[in-house]
């Protein structure tokens, strides 16, 4: 008779590093969980949801999820998907029929959904560019400000920018999946925010995943911050901050709570720890309730031979990416991971090999592309694991 793995020193490190990244101001406050083959072995909230309002972190607080909304987002399409509603190879003008970017010699190619999900379409990000770049220059929102656009009117702005190359010569993280929202809600006979409620939050029994937070959910919400010459700085309305890169990410917090906003399929969600975690892992066992074991094998397949074009230790599938090589990443992950992440500060990731499943949650937003909390908390995960 096998004897069950013990977690405990995992508990011990995991704990330490958290207290550790509090006492050092690196965050105001994380929820971390993990997940061992299918069972919850650490799950802890951490430090302080809204420090000037002394509110504790709770497992249930909620977090704008920013970039891990694409998950949702493309799960959402394989369900489409599999009801026959869509296929990989469609053309987005089957539902989108004025969404015609043309390349730089204007030419209008034909955009897939597959090029959608794979971020393989040309499209880009206004954060991206310099700051009076093509897309600021038609005035298109990225999803995290407050921008007083419908989700028609900014896909029209996208579409109106040449594409940066012909759809699947290259890969380029975009607002490919804003597009796909859109996609999705005309597919389903809907709006975007009740298709993902039917298709991917309801059938995982996500009870706090949403695109505007109700009046009842407001005490709930962590409050954001970023890092400023080294010291923590919480978010106002229309707070520009400048990555490592020097991308440009204009926030506005406040959006969580605008019903008038459009939803947005690339950045839009607001979650919790828990309900992210039940989509990690029907992610790593590939068992989505709306979607074939078949199907959510070929989303987590790499589709990018030669990784990404300025990260080669990292693939893409069709909606998260794909560890390739750790030892080029400088991590200790298995080769084959599927993660991701969110720029307000959240990290997860599905190692398969290992029956792994971690999501991290904190309340700094990413601007390093190794970020001191999710980075600390995985390095101890991984050291501790029993076997």
């Known amino acids: 008779m096998s004897q069950k793995p013990s ?23 994380t929820v971390t969980l993990v997940s061992y083959d299918g069972q919850m072995v650490y799950h802890r909230a951490a430090g302080l949801a809204d420090p000037d309002s002394n509110i504790p972190m709770r497992e249930d607080s909620l977090f704008r999820l920013a970039s891990i909304t694409k998950i949702f987002t493309s799960v959402a399409a394989a369900a489409l998907i599999e009801q026959g509603k869509m296929r990989l190879d469609d053309p987005v003008t089957n539902w989108l029929p004025d ?4 390349t730089a010699d204007g030419k209008v190619p034909v955009i897939t959904i597959r090029h959608l999900l794979s971020h393989t379409a040309g499209l880009d990000y206004r954060w991206a560019q310099p700051e009076n770049g093509d897309y600021a220059q038609a005035g298109v929102s990225d999803g995290l400000d407050i921008s007083g656009l419908s989700m028609e009117e900014n896909i029209r702005r996208i579409g109106s920018v040449p594409l940066y190359f012909e759809p699947g010569a290259s890969w380029r993280y975009s607002l490919a999946p804003d597009v796909m929202g859109a996609v999705i809600a005309r597919a389903h006979g809907s709006t975007f925010p ?21 009046e009842t959910g407001r005490g709930r919400m962590t409050a954001p911050y970023f890092r400023d010459n080294g010291q923590l700085k919480r978010m106002q309305g229309n707070q520009l901050v400048l990555n490592e890169d020097g991308w440009r990410f204009l926030f506005s917090p406040e959006r969580a709570f605008n019903p008038n906003e459009y939803p947005s399929g690339g950045v839009g969600l607001v979650g919790t720890g828990a309900d992210l975690m039940r989509l990690v892992e029907a992610i790593r066992t590939n068992r989505m309730p709306t979607v074939s074991e078949a199907f959510m094998r070929q989303m987590s397949t790499n589709v990018l031979p030669n990784g990404m074009p300025d990260d080669p230790s990292a693939g893409f599938g069709l909606g998260w990416g794909v560890l390739l090589d750790p030892a080029l990443a400088g991590t200790p992950q298995s080769p084959g991971t599927l993660y991701w ?30 970020e001191p909390v999710p980075t600390g908390i995985r390095n101890a995960i991984y050291a501790n694991l029993p076997g």
């Open 341 to 370: 992440g969110g720029v307000y500060g959240h990290k997860w990731f599905a190692d398969t090999a290992r029956k792994l499943s971690v999501v991290i949650m904190t309340t700094t937003a990413s601007m390093t592309h190794n």
């Open 99 to 102: 969404f015609k970017p043309r």
């Open 7 to 29: 977690f405990g020193a995992l508990t011990l490190a995991v704990d330490a590093v958290i207290e550790s990244c509090l006492s050092e101001k690196l965050t105001h406050g």
């Open 194 to 214: 009740d298709a993902m409620r039917d298709l991917v939050t309801a059938p995982l029994g996500m009870t706090d995943t949403c695109f505007d937070v109700p």
